[in-house]
Each structure stands twice: as structure tokens, then as C-alpha cells.
């Protein structure tokens, strides 16, 4: 009932705002299949390609994997919880927790890459308890093949591999697993079932690797504004309350696991505390790091939250209560202001307004589209990602759109990726990315068009400015 509850009322949302410029991103690239992607592995264009080609390209069907996989998540986490403490309060506390964190909460409704990676996180470590537990060896090939199949999602999964390691080497009598094939064996398999990724790299000089671990790290180092910003970000991703009480909860799983010897916390440990230590790290040492990258590693202690509470009610009651009522009461406050602006954020940094005014603006496109000399060709352009997305989006294939800056990504990749020299456009700005076409690109002569303004609780939140550019020459 607390699972198909949400799920419902997640279903009843989905559908009821534009995308996100993210969702715009996959959704894009799902319009241009491939075995790997420059910012990220296939996993969700892929699935965004299949629930679209069952009901169509509208934000509804984009979404839709995101609430499958999430009940999908949710049936892991009961699971691991069950083979962990054989516990159904436990089991219960722990999805409730789950379900009121804002970071998961709003993460469900969304179809972005770490939907899928959270259940192969999930399901991977529900295999390796169940290997530890009934001595199945075997077992390393699914659990091969599912970190595999997440390492097709997000490569956030990598941190799995040496925790996995490290907990077996650590406790003497799962030692045994070091020393036999089958562990290297199921790695094999997840090579191979991660070997679309392997090989698209490999076919355009390895872009997405360069660039996650070498061009956007090259200036990065610790100082006090990354540590601000990501541990601000972790309180509110997380809700203050319950992030404190997560906190404390992995010293509880260490000091359950190295001091009492409760066996039970042997997976939770090794399977929260290392990868939360290396999120962390690279959320405080990174300017690019976000604060959802270490969602991963409060999979775990979310059980070990549950189990906690159900052995100790009068310790743990008021803490709970209040942490599960601040999360419940952001989340409420953030579903509200997604239709009715009640919270006192300037339109700039509101990120709810990006989920509105694309279907305005791909209309108002349409109409400039029409103004310009079909020969020698036309087409839009933006200068960034996040535009060029949502126009794709917003104009559902009627027109090219092109993406040329001097920044790498994916629209770089794409089959026709450079505009035709000589043709004329419609360029599209905003309030956030206002430049005017003359600064980045060489053309025969420009003109403004229309404008259109996005209202939101009688409060105009975002401007947007189209041009209409006439024999196009290149970048500047």
C-alpha cells in the first residue's frame, strides 16, 4: 500500500509539467540511438526510446521508466532489508524513509541515469548478501552481469567493485571467494555486457572518459566554498534532519559491525561507507560535483536506519519522527510551488522554472520558421545544450537544430552536427543564456523576431528572445 501509494500519486504528476533540461538531454539522444553517449552510458536513452515508442514523445512517456524502476527499487530495498534483518517493520520503516528523502522523492519523478543505477546498486548488493549468506558462488555471474548492466547507467557504480573487494579480503571467512574463479568470472561478464560503452569510446578516441576523469578535474582542489556548497547541498537534498541522523547512522553501522561483530552489518557497512567517503570526497574537492552524487551511498544506511528504529523505538522515536516530518513537509512545500509559487526564490536560481514555457516557445518558433526563405536550407540554433534540448523537444522533429559552440557535447555526435554554411536560422535565447547570435556566430545579416514571456503566479520568471539569422558562416 506505502509503495503503490506513491507510485500512483507520481504517475498522476509525471505528466503535468514540461521536462527538465536534463530530461530534454536524454530524451534527445534517445532520438538518436547509440551504444553510448559522451556524457553519460546508453541506459536511458534507451529506455526512454522504448516507453516513447510504445505511447509517444510527451513528457508523460519520458518519464515513465523512472516510475516502473522505482517500484522496481523499492521491491530491492524490501528484499535486502528482509535478507538482512528477516525483519518486515524494518523493512517498512526503511521504504517510508526511503520514499520522504526529497532527494529520492523528486529523483522518482524524473527519468535520469541514476534511476536505473540506484536499482542495479540495489539489486547487485541483494546478490552479494545473498552469496555471503548461503555460500553461492555462483551467484558472481548475475551480480557480475548486473554491475555491468549499471555501469550502462551511470558509472557512479564503479565504487561497488573495490568495496566488494575490500569486504571480502577483510573478513577471513568470505576470503575464500578471492580465490576463486567465479568472482573473475561474473567481472567478465559485466565487462562484456558494459562493452557497448568500451567500444564507443574506443570508435571516437575515448571523449567520455577524457572528460569525467581528466578535462573536468584538471583545475580541481579543495576549498571552502566546494565544501559549502556540497554539504549545503547534502542537507537540503537530503533534508537537515534526516541527513544528521544518516550521518550518525553509518557510525552506528561501523560500530555494530567492528566492535558488537553483528554480522548482519557486514554488507551494509562495506556497502555505504567507502562509497559514501568517496562521494564525499570528490563532492568537496570538485567545483563540477553535484550534490546528488552521493545519493548512492545512503542507500544502505537508509536500511540500517529501519533496523535501528525497530530495535530501539524509545531512542530513536522523536529523532525519526521529526526527520520523516521536516522531509515530508519540504517535499509537500516543493509539490505545492511546482504549480503555485509559494516559496520566495528569485526567478533565476527557481529551478521549477525550467520545467515551464517550452511549449510557448516551440510554437513561437514555428511561426519564425515560417518567415524565413525555405532555400538554400534553414534550421534553429541555441548555444547551449539545455536550449538546443528543449527546443528539440519543444518542436517534436519539425525542424533541424543544430548546437554549435566550441564546448564538447553530445550534439557533437550526432549524424549532422554542423549547420549548413549558407542557410538561414531562428536563434533562441534566454534570460539565462542571453547572449545575442552576433557573439558567437559570422553571418550575413540578423534581425530580432518574437519574444516570448513566461508567467508564473502573476511573477514573468523567464524571457525569451528569437532572432532570425539569414546566410550562416560559421563560428566565430
Same mark, same amino acid.
Given at each position: 500500500?506505502?509503495?503503490?501509494?506513491?507510485?500512483?500519486?507520481?504517475?498522476?504528476?509525471?505528466?503535468?509539467?514540461?521536462?527538465?533540461?536534463?530530461?530534454?538531454?536524454?530524451?534527445?539522444?534517445?532520438?538518436?540511438?547509440?551504444?553510448?553517449?559522451?556524457?553519460?552510458?546508453?541506459?536511458?536513452?534507451?529506455?526512454?526510446?522504448?516507453?516513447?515508442?510504445?505511447?509517444?514523445?510527451?513528457?508523460?512517456?519520458?518519464?515513465?521508466?523512472?516510475?516502473?524502476?522505482?517500484?522496481?527499487?523499492?521491491?530491492?530495498?524490501?528484499?535486502?532489508?528482509?535478507?538482512?534483518?528477516?525483519?518486515?517493520?524494518?523493512? &517498512?520503516?526503511?521504504?517510508?524513509?526511503?520514499?520522504? #528523502? +526529497? @532527494?529520492?522523492? /523528486? $529523483?522518482? =519523478?524524473?527519468? !535520469?541515469?541514476? %534511476?536505473?543505477?540506484?536499482?542495479?546498486?540495489?539489486?547487485?548488493?541483494?546478490?552479494?548478501?545473498?552469496?555471503?549468506?548461503?555460500?553461492?558462488?555462483?551467484?558472481?555471474?548475475?551480480?557480475?552481469?548486473?554491475?555491468?548492466?549499471?555501469?550502462?547507467?551511470?558509472?557512479?557504480?564503479?565504487?561497488?567493485?573495490?568495496?566488494?573487494?575490500?569486504?571480502?579480503?577483510?573478513?577471513?571467512?568470505?576470503?575464500?571467494?578471492?580465490?576463486?574463479?567465479?568472482?573473475?568470472?561474473?567481472?567478465?561478464?559485466?565487462?562484456?555486457?558494459?562493452?557497448?560503452?568500451?567500444?564507443?569510446?574506443?570508435?571516437?578516441?575515448?571523449?567520455?572518459?577524457?572528460?569525467?576523469?581528466?578535462?573536468?578535474?584538471?583545475?580541481?582542489?579543495?576549498?571552502?566554498?566546494?565544501?559549502?556548497? &556540497?554539504?549545503?547541498?547534502?542537507?537540503?537534498?537530503? #533534508? +537537515? @534532519?534526516?541527513? /544528521? $541522523?544518516? =550521518?550518525?547512522? !553509518?557510525?552506528? %553501522?561501523?560500530?555494530?559491525?567492528?566492535?558488537?561483530?553483528?554480522?548482519?552489518?557486514?554488507?551494509?557497512?562495506?556497502?555505504?561507507?567507502?562509497?559514501?567517503?568517496?562521494?564525499?570526497?570528490?563532492?568537496?574537492?570538485?567545483?563540477?560535483?553535484?550534490?546528488?552524487?552521493?545519493?548512492?551511498?545512503?542507500?544502505?544506511?537508509?536500511?540500517?536506519?529501519?533496523?535501528?528504529?525497530?530495535?530501539?523505538?524509545?531512542?530513536?522515536?522523536?529523532?525519526?519522527?521529526?526527520?520523516?516530518?521536516?522531509?515530508?513537509?519540504?517535499?509537500?512545500?516543493?509539490?505545492?510551488?511546482?504549480?503555485?509559487?509559494?516559496?520566495?526564490?528569485?526567478?533565476?536560481?527557481?529551478?521549477?522554472?525550467?520545467?515551464?514555457?517550452?511549449?510557448?516557445?516551440?510554437?513561437?518558433?514555428?511561426?519564425?520558421?515560417?518567415?524565413?526563405?525555405?532555400?538554400?536550407?534553414?534550421?534553429?540554433?541555441?548555444?547551449?545544450?539545455?536550449?538546443?534540448?528543449? %527546443?528539440?523537444?519543444?518542436?517534436?522533429?519539425?525542424?533541424?537544430?543544430?548546437?554549435?559552440?566550441?564546448?564538447?557535447?553530445?550534439?557533437?555526435?550526432?549524424?549532422?552536427?554542423?549547420?549548413?554554411?549558407?542557410?538561414?536560422?531562428?536563434?533562441?535565447?534566454?534570460?539565462?543564456?542571453?547572449?545575442?547570435?552576433?557573439?558567437?556566430?559570422?553571418?550575413?545579416?540578423?534581425?530580432?523576431?518574437?519574444?516570448?514571456?513566461?508567467?508564473?503566479?502573476?511573477?514573468?520568471?523567464?524571457?525569451?528572445?528569437?532572432?532570425?539569422?539569414?546566410?550562416?558562416?560559421?563560428?566565430?
Amino acid at each position: 500500500m506505502l509503495v503503490g501509494g506513491f507510485t500512483l500519486f507520481r504517475l498522476f504528476m509525471m505528466g503535468r509539467t514540461g521536462l527538465g533540461d536534463s530530461e530534454s538531454y536524454y530524451w534527445t539522444w534517445s532520438r538518436h540511438m547509440d551504444l553510448s553517449y559522451f556524457d553519460h552510458p546508453p541506459m536511458v536513452a534507451w529506455l526512454i526510446r522504448l516507453s516513447t515508442a510504445i505511447g509517444g514523445d510527451t513528457a508523460f512517456w519520458t518519464r515513465f521508466p523512472s516510475a516502473v524502476l522505482f517500484v522496481a527499487i523499492c521491491w530491492m530495498m524490501y528484499k535486502t532489508s528482509m535478507a538482512l534483518f528477516r525483519d518486515e517493520e524494518t523493512a &517498512f520503516w526503511a521504504l517510508l524513509i526511503f520514499n520522504l #528523502s +526529497p @532527494l529520492f522523492s /523528486f $529523483g522518482a =519523478l524524473q527519468m !535520469v541515469p541514476d %534511476i536505473p543505477a540506484v536499482f542495479f546498486w540495489m539489486l547487485f548488493i541483494y546478490l552479494a548478501i545473498r552469496i555471503l549468506d548461503e555460500d553461492r558462488p555462483l551467484l558472481w555471474y548475475p551480480a557480475g552481469a548486473v554491475i555491468g548492466a549499471g555501469l550502462l547507467s551511470k558509472y557512479m557504480l564503479l565504487p561497488l567493485i573495490p568495496s566488494t573487494l575490500a569486504m571480502l579480503w577483510w573478513h577471513k571467512e568470505y576470503r575464500k571467494h578471492l580465490l576463486q574463479p567465479h568472482i573473475y568470472l561474473g567481472g567478465f561478464v559485466g565487462l562484456l555486457i558494459f562493452s557497448p560503452v568500451l567500444i564507443w569510446n574506443y570508435l571516437h578516441d575515448f571523449p567520455s572518459f577524457r572528460f569525467h576523469v581528466v578535462e573536468r578535474n584538471q583545475e580541481e582542489h579543495f576549498n571552502l566554498q566546494h565544501m559549502g556548497e &556540497f554539504l549545503g547541498g547534502q542537507a537540503l537534498y537530503m #533534508s +537537515p @534532519l534526516a541527513w /544528521f $541522523g544518516f =550521518l550518525y547512522v !553509518v557510525w552506528r %553501522i561501523g560500530n555494530a559491525l567492528f566492535n558488537d561483530g553483528d554480522k548482519r552489518f557486514v554488507t551494509v557497512f562495506w556497502m555505504s561507507a567507502p562509497s559514501m567517503a568517496f562521494f564525499y570526497f570528490i563532492g568537496l574537492w570538485s567545483k563540477d560535483s553535484e550534490p546528488h552524487w552521493a545519493a548512492f551511498g545512503y542507500l544502505m544506511p537508509i536500511i540500517a536506519w529501519g533496523a535501528f528504529y525497530v530495535r530501539n523505538k524509545l531512542a530513536w522515536r522523536k529523532y525519526t519522527f521529526s526527520a520523516l516530518g521536516v522531509s515530508g513537509l519540504m517535499i509537500g512545500l516543493v509539490y505545492v510551488h511546482s504549480f503555485w509559487p509559494i516559496l520566495p526564490i528569485k526567478p533565476k536560481y527557481d529551478i521549477i522554472n525550467e520545467l515551464y514555457g517550452w511549449d510557448a516557445v516551440g510554437k513561437a518558433i514555428d511561426g519564425e520558421m515560417l518567415k524565413l526563405p525555405e532555400q538554400p536550407a534553414k534550421f534553429v540554433m541555441a548555444h547551449h545544450w539545455v536550449m538546443c534540448s528543449q %527546443i528539440e523537444f519543444s518542436t517534436q522533429h519539425r525542424h533541424k537544430v543544430f548546437c554549435e559552440n566550441k564546448k564538447t557535447d553530445e550534439f557533437d555526435f550526432f549524424p549532422e552536427s554542423v549547420p549548413p554554411v549558407g542557410g538561414n536560422f531562428v536563434f533562441v535565447a534566454d534570460n539565462r543564456f542571453d547572449e545575442p547570435l552576433d557573439v558567437f556566430y559570422l553571418f550575413d545579416r540578423a534581425e530580432k523576431a518574437g519574444e516570448v514571456e513566461i508567467f508564473r503566479g502573476g511573477q514573468a520568471v523567464r524571457h525569451f528572445q528569437l532572432y532570425r539569422g539569414y546566410g550562416y558562416r560559421g563560428q566565430k
